[in-house]
């Protein structure tokens, strides 16, 4: 759990509504019969090592870093040199170094969008929400980006397998705002867990032999309920696959939160720390007009160096799980896809 996101429960009194929210997200629902058992942990047979990585990769470790200002802006200047890395305590030589420049070829990407079309997010929101998300392709249209859409609610369906023509997911979007909400429940662990397993099936870790940034846009009011897989077993997977979490809180939030505080309140899946362990964030959409906050997690998500290194041969094919903690410059924050990592076995 988040440091900060605890001490604001710890602090602050928080309204009956949510308590009770809170309270759901960790209990099985007995309206879903789904909901009483787990997921099987293992799910990709092969997600340590798709067909379609290059035989070099096999032993390298990966992490995207992403490097804010004190404004809260990316960083796009650094060098390898600014950079030290750690795993087990321990600084390893950086065997791999690639950065997103302003000027020259960009980073292929693979995105998910994962939209909340439950009872409680409202027709005025998804509408606002299609346009927001084709601001946000929009913004990464000199990328070669591949995108897919699921929607979540009572149940989680793909309604958009990746595709990288823009007019069809304007039509997926457009079809999205005039379907009916999806009950009452909201299955958003499930549906980033699915997330994962198609970024993992469908998009390699390389593509014209440059590291591909896969991530996932979860876009919901921030309660869920039903789920039948477990937040921690989701954060695990991500940082298995290498795949960042961004979370958008919608304003319908707000509404059940009888609350006036400039700040919000935790959600349920900030407590989760579903965002932070997998180098993703959680954002507030606040205004009614929700593009220019997708435009800037478009700037974040493409913005992102990726270092990778070799683990020393001792514990190179252990089948241990080893930490990751990289370094930067003074004044920077720095938000990494993952902090640990499984060694391949032997």
Do not use: C, W
Not at 9 to 29: D, F, N
Not at 235 to 251: H, K, M, Q
Not at 259 to 287: C, F, H, I
Not at 317 to 323: K, N, S, Y
Request: charged fraction near 25%; hydrophobic fraction near 40%; glycine fraction near 4%.
């Amino acid at each position: 759990m988040p440091k900060k996101s605890a001490a604001l429960i710890a602090q602050l009194s928080l309204p009956p509504l949510l308590l009770i929210a809170l309270a759901m997200a960790g209990v099985p629902q007995t309206q879903d019969p789904a909901a009483t058992s787990q997921r099987p942990r293992k799910v990709f047979p092969k997600e340590q090592e798709p067909e379609d990585v290059l035989r070099f990769d096999t032993d390298l470790v990966s992490v995207d870093v992403i490097a804010i200002d004190a404004q809260g802006r990316p960083v796009r200047n650094l060098r390898q040199e600014d950079f030290k890395l750690y795993s087990d305590g321990r600084e390893q030589p950086i065997s791999f170094f690639q950065i997103e420049k302003r000027q020259g070829e960009a980073r292929p990407l693979a995105i998910v969008f994962a939209l909340d079309v439950s009872g409680s997010m409202t027709s005025e929101e998804i509408l606002r929400l299609r346009d927001a998300l084709q601001s946000f392709s929009n913004h990464l249209a000199s990328h070669p980006v591949a995108y897919a859409v699921m929607t979540f609610g009572m149940h989680v369906k793909t309604v958009q397998k990746f595709t990288s023509n823009p007019r069809k997911l304007d039509e997926t979007l457009e079809r999205i705002a005039k379907d009916s909400p999806s009950g009452l429940s909201t299955h958003t662990y499930d549906a980033v867990d699915d997330a994962i397993r198609m970024l993992v099936r469908s998009a390699p870790r390389t593509r014209e032999k440059r590291l591909m940034k896969r991530a996932v846009l979860v876009v919901t009011d921030g309660f869920p309920v039903g789920d039948t897989v477990k937040p921690q077993t989701v954060i695990e997977r991500a940082n298995a696959a290498d795949v960042s979490v961004f979370v958008v809180t919608l304003p319908s939030y707000s509404r059940v939160m009888a609350s006036t505080q400039q700040t919000p309140l935790p959600t349920p899946l900030d407590v989760s720390g579903l965002a932070e362990m997998t180098g993703g964030r959680n954002v507030y959409a606040n205004d009614n007009n929700y593009a220019p906050l997708f435009r800037a997690l478009a700037e974040e998500v493409s913005s992102a160096y990726v270092l990778a290194f070799y683990p020393p041969e001792e514990k190179r094919r252990d089948g241990q799980l080893h930490t990751i903690r990289v370094e930067g410059p003074r004044g920077l924050t720095l938000r990494q896809s993952r902090s640990e990592y499984r060694a391949a076995s032997r």
